[in-house]
C-alpha cells in the first residue's frame, strides 16, 4: 500500500474525521442537527484546503468514494437484516469501521436517535465525495453518489419506521417522549379517559360516595396499565369530573384531578405531596427509602390482583416454564431455548427499567436471586415498548418479556405475542382469584400515611367496597378476597 493512501488513513479518515466529529458534539448541546451540517461543511472546507496546497488527488477522490460505497452497502445490509432498528445487538458490527465518528455515535446514542447515524455519516461521506470530484471535475463519480443519496433517502423513507404523527408535533418533548397524550403514554388510552369514557367500566347506578367539591378529590396517579380503572373510579365518584378534566385534553399537564405519569414518576408525586393515591403495584425498596429520607411512609391498601405475565414471540415452540427456568433465565444461567426444549436461539431477555412496577415485580419474584444486567438493547423504556420488542420477533428471535396481564390483553394487544403458562398454569382470571397461577401481584392504592385529608381513605374504602369491587372486575383485575 502506498505510504501516501497511509497517510491519509492515518491523517484524513482518522484524526481528521475524530476532530471533526468531536466538534460537531460539542456544537450538538447548542445547535442539535444542525450540528451534522457543520460537520460536512468542515470536510468541505478541509477538502478545499488541500485542493489550494496541491495536495488534492484522484487518488486521495477514488479512496473516499471506495469508503462511501463499502458503508452504504454495507449499512443497508445489516439495516435490512435488523429491520431498521440501529440499536439492534447484530449492529455492533457495523460500528467496527466508524471509529474515526465516535463522536457522531454518542451524539445519537445519548440523545438515543438511532436511526440518524446512518444518514448523517453518509451525508460525510457523501460530501467529501462530492467536494473533491467537483474541484477534480470527475462527473462519473457526483452521478454515482447523487444516485448513493437518493437510494439512500428512498432507504430511510421505506426502511426506518417513521415517527407517529403526534410525535411529529412541537409536542415531541413534552412528557415523556412517548406517543399519546402529549408525550406522557406509550399506550392509545382514547375512550379510557373521563372526558371520553365510553370504554370505561361503569356502576349502572349511583355509588356509595359521591365527592362533590373539585378541592376535596384526591389526586390521582398510577401504573399505564391501571389507568381505565382509577379514571372509571373518578368518573363514578367525582362530580362532573368530565367537565372538570376536559381542558386538560390539549395540556402539557395531564390532568388536574385525574393524571397520569407512569409508576416511577407516580410515586415521585405521591412522595413530593403532588399526588393523593397512587395505583398500581407496591412501592419498590428504593421508593420506599425516598420517602423515609423525608420522614414519610408509604401506607398501601390490596384492592385486587393481577396476574405479572412472561411472553414469547408467538412461533417460540416453548408454551410453559417452571418457576426455576424463569429464574434461571433472567439470572444469566439459561442463555439458549434448547436447554428449555425449543429452537438452538439465542434467549433476549427484556427488562423494565428501575421502578417501573413491571421491574418491581420481576425483582421480588428473583427474591435473592440476582437479575442478570441487560444489554442496552434487551431494556425497554415503555410498558409498550416491550411488548412491541417481543412480538416483533423479525427483530428480536428468542425474545421473552413480561408485563401484567391486563395491559397485555387488553389495552395493548399485539399480534405475534403468546403468553406463557407457569408451573403448567395459565394467568386465565379464574386462576388468578383462586391464587392457583404462580405469578399474582397485589394491586394497590398507595398514599403517604401522614396524608389526612378526608376524602383520601374515604376514596380507598370505595375500592374496597361493593362498588369499586365491581369497577376492578369489569376493568378486567381481580378484586381482592
Same mark, same amino acid.
Request: glycine share 6%; proline share 4%; aromatic share 12%.
Given at each position: 500500500?502506498?505510504?501516501?493512501?497511509?497517510?491519509?488513513?492515518?491523517?484524513?479518515?482518522?484524526?481528521?474525521?475524530?476532530?471533526?466529529?468531536?466538534?460537531?458534539?460539542?456544537?450538538?448541546?447548542?445547535?442539535?442537527?444542525?450540528?451534522?451540517?457543520?460537520?460536512?461543511?468542515?470536510?468541505?472546507?478541509?477538502?478545499?484546503?488541500?485542493?489550494?496546497?496541491?495536495?488534492?488527488?484522484?487518488?486521495?477522490?477514488?479512496?473516499?468514494?471506495?469508503?462511501?460505497?463499502?458503508?452504504?452497502?454495507?449499512?443497508?445490509?445489516?439495516?435490512?437484516? &435488523?429491520?431498521?432498528?440501529?440499536?439492534?445487538?447484530?449492529?455492533?458490527?457495523?460500528?467496527?469501521?466508524?471509529?474515526?465518528?465516535?463522536?457522531?455515535?454518542?451524539?445519537?446514542?445519548?440523545?438515543?436517535?438511532?436511526?440518524?447515524?446512518?444518514? &448523517?455519516?453518509?451525508?460525510?461521506?457523501?460530501?467529501?465525495?462530492?467536494?473533491?470530484?467537483?474541484?477534480?471535475?470527475?462527473?462519473?463519480?457526483?452521478?454515482?453518489?447523487?444516485?448513493?443519496?437518493?437510494?439512500?433517502?428512498?432507504?430511510?423513507?421505506?426502511?426506518?419506521?417513521?415517527?407517529?404523527?403526534?410525535?411529529?408535533?412541537?409536542?415531541?418533548?413534552?412528557?415523556?417522549?412517548?406517543?399519546?397524550?402529549?408525550?406522557?403514554?406509550?399506550?392509545?388510552?382514547?375512550?379510557?379517559?373521563?372526558?371520553?369514557?365510553?370504554?370505561? /367500566?361503569?356502576?349502572?347506578?349511583?355509588?356509595?360516595?359521591?365527592?362533590?367539591?373539585?378541592?376535596?378529590?384526591?389526586?390521582?396517579?398510577?401504573?399505564?396499565?391501571?389507568?381505565?380503572?382509577?379514571?372509571?373510579?373518578?368518573?363514578?365518584?367525582?362530580?362532573?369530573?368530565?367537565?372538570?378534566?376536559?381542558?386538560?385534553?390539549?395540556?402539557?399537564?395531564?390532568?388536574?384531578?385525574?393524571?397520569?405519569?407512569?409508576?416511577?414518576?407516580?410515586?415521585?408525586?405521591?412522595?413530593?405531596?403532588?399526588?393523593?393515591?397512587?395505583?398500581?403495584?407496591?412501592?419498590?425498596?428504593?421508593?420506599?427509602?425516598?420517602?423515609?429520607?423525608?420522614?414519610?411512609?408509604?401506607?398501601?391498601?390490596?384492592?385486587?390482583?393481577?396476574?405479572?405475565?412472561?411472553?414469547?414471540?408467538?412461533?417460540?415452540?416453548?408454551?410453559?416454564?417452571?418457576?426455576?427456568?424463569?429464574?434461571?433465565?433472567?439470572?444469566?444461567?439459561?442463555?439458549?431455548?434448547?436447554?428449555?426444549?425449543?429452537?438452538?436461539?439465542?434467549?433476549?431477555?427484556?427488562?423494565?427499567?428501575?421502578?417501573?412496577?413491571?421491574?418491581?415485580?420481576?425483582?421480588?419474584?428473583?427474591?435473592?436471586?440476582?437479575?442478570?444486567?441487560?444489554?442496552?438493547?434487551?431494556?425497554?423504556?415503555?410498558?409498550?415498548?416491550?411488548?412491541?420488542?417481543?412480538?416483533?420477533?423479525?427483530?428480536?428471535?428468542?425474545?421473552?418479556?413480561?408485563?401484567?396481564?391486563?395491559?397485555?390483553?387488553?389495552?395493548?394487544?399485539?399480534?405475534?405475542?403468546?403468553?406463557?403458562?407457569?408451573?403448567?398454569?395459565?394467568?386465565?382470571?379464574?386462576?388468578?382469584?383462586?391464587?392457583?397461577?404462580?405469578?399474582?401481584?397485589?394491586?394497590?392504592?398507595?398514599?403517604?400515611?401522614?396524608?389526612?385529608?378526608?376524602?383520601?381513605?374515604?376514596?380507598?374504602?370505595?375500592?374496597?367496597?361493593?362498588?369499586?369491587?365491581?369497577?376492578?372486575?369489569?376493568?378486567?383485575?381481580?378484586? /381482592?378476597?
Amino acid at each position: 500500500m502506498p505510504k501516501r493512501l497511509l497517510k491519509v488513513i492515518g491523517l484524513d479518515y482518522t484524526l481528521v474525521s475524530f476532530a471533526f466529529s468531536f466538534l460537531a458534539l460539542v456544537l450538538y448541546t447548542w445547535i442539535e442537527q444542525f450540528a451534522y451540517l457543520v460537520l460536512a461543511l468542515m470536510f468541505a472546507a478541509w477538502i478545499l484546503f488541500k485542493h489550494l496546497r496541491g495536495r488534492l488527488t484522484k487518488e486521495y477522490m477514488f479512496f473516499y468514494f471506495a469508503i462511501t460505497l463499502v458503508f452504504a452497502v454495507f449499512s443497508v445490509l445489516l439495516l435490512c437484516l &435488523a429491520n431498521g432498528r440501529i440499536d439492534k445487538a447484530r449492529m455492533a458490527l457495523w460500528f467496527i469501521p466508524l471509529y474515526p465518528f465516535t463522536p457522531i455515535l454518542w451524539i445519537n446514542i445519548f440523545g438515543e436517535a438511532y436511526e440518524e447515524i446512518f444518514p &448523517a455519516i453518509l451525508a460525510v461521506l457523501l460530501t467529501i465525495d462530492i467536494t473533491s470530484a467537483v474541484l477534480l471535475k470527475g462527473k462519473s463519480v457526483i452521478v454515482v453518489c447523487l444516485v448513493c443519496a437518493a437510494l439512500a433517502n428512498v432507504y430511510n423513507l421505506l426502511y426506518i419506521p417513521p415517527l407517529n404523527d403526534v410525535l411529529r408535533e412541537s409536542d415531541v418533548k413534552r412528557g415523556h417522549g412517548f406517543a399519546y397524550m402529549h408525550g406522557w403514554s406509550s399506550t392509545d388510552f382514547t375512550g379510557f379517559h373521563v372526558y371520553d369514557g365510553e370504554k370505561l /367500566a361503569e356502576l349502572g347506578h349511583e355509588p356509595n360516595l359521591v365527592i362533590d367539591d373539585p378541592d376535596d378529590m384526591p389526586v390521582l396517579d398510577g401504573a399505564e396499565a391501571c389507568y381505565p380503572l382509577y379514571c372509571a373510579a373518578a368518573k363514578a365518584v367525582y362530580k362532573n369530573i368530565a367537565v372538570i378534566e376536559s381542558p386538560y385534553a390539549d395540556s402539557d399537564e395531564n390532568g388536574l384531578k385525574v393524571t397520569f405519569t407512569n409508576t416511577v414518576n407516580g410515586y415521585k408525586r405521591l412522595i413530593n405531596g403532588e399526588a393523593d393515591i397512587i395505583f398500581g403495584a407496591r412501592p419498590s425498596k428504593s421508593q420506599q427509602e425516598d420517602a423515609a429520607s423525608i420522614g414519610q411512609t408509604i401506607d398501601c391498601t390490596v384492592i385486587g390482583k393481577e396476574a405479572f405475565v412472561i411472553f414469547v414471540e408467538e412461533d417460540n415452540p416453548v408454551s410453559n416454564l417452571t418457576i426455576d427456568q424463569l429464574k434461571d433465565i433472567y439470572s444469566g444461567k439459561i442463555t439458549n431455548w434448547k436447554e428449555l426444549g425449543g429452537k438452538n436461539e439465542e434467549i433476549v431477555a427484556f427488562q423494565r427499567p428501575e421502578n417501573s412496577g413491571s421491574q418491581v415485580m420481576m425483582e421480588y419474584f428473583m427474591g435473592n436471586t440476582e437479575l442478570k444486567e441487560p444489554v442496552r438493547y434487551e431494556m425497554a423504556l415503555s410498558m409498550s415498548g416491550i411488548v412491541d420488542n417481543v412480538s416483533e420477533y423479525t427483530n428480536y428471535p428468542g425474545a421473552i418479556g413480561y408485563s401484567f396481564r391486563y395491559f397485555i390483553e387488553e389495552l395493548h394487544s399485539e399480534s405475534g405475542l403468546k403468553i406463557l403458562s407457569i408451573n403448567g398454569v395459565s394467568p386465565a382470571i379464574e386462576n388468578i382469584e383462586s391464587g392457583e397461577y404462580p405469578l399474582c401481584a397485589d394491586l394497590v392504592c398507595a398514599k403517604l400515611e401522614s396524608n389526612n385529608k378526608p376524602y383520601v381513605q374515604k376514596m380507598i374504602d370505595f375500592m374496597l367496597s361493593d362498588d369499586g369491587r365491581e369497577l376492578i372486575k369489569q376493568t378486567g383485575y381481580a378484586p /381482592a378476597n
